[in-house]
């Protein structure tokens, strides 16, 4: 089977091939931009159940302390 060299295909196979690492780089920034979001919410989420646990241990003193 005869094969032709063309340019202008193997220059749009060249585009190609950057254009498809381009995207998988893009898509592993998305990826370990949305590991640090998630991070950062399970941090958030924390931080908001041990300030819920500090005024419910202030409420319990209060309630002692009354009595």
């Not at 032709?4 to 749009?12: K, L, N, Q, T, Y």
């Amino acid at each position: 089977m005869l094969q032709v060299f063309d340019p202008v295909i193997a220059e749009s196979e060249q585009a190609c091939k950057q254009q498809c690492r381009s995207l998988v780089v893009a898509y592993q920034f998305v990826a370990r931009v949305e590991e640090r979001l998630d991070q950062a919410e399970v941090k958030e989420g924390l931080e908001q159940v041990q300030a819920q646990e500090g005024q419910d241990e202030e409420r319990q003193v209060k309630v002692v302390v009354d009595y």
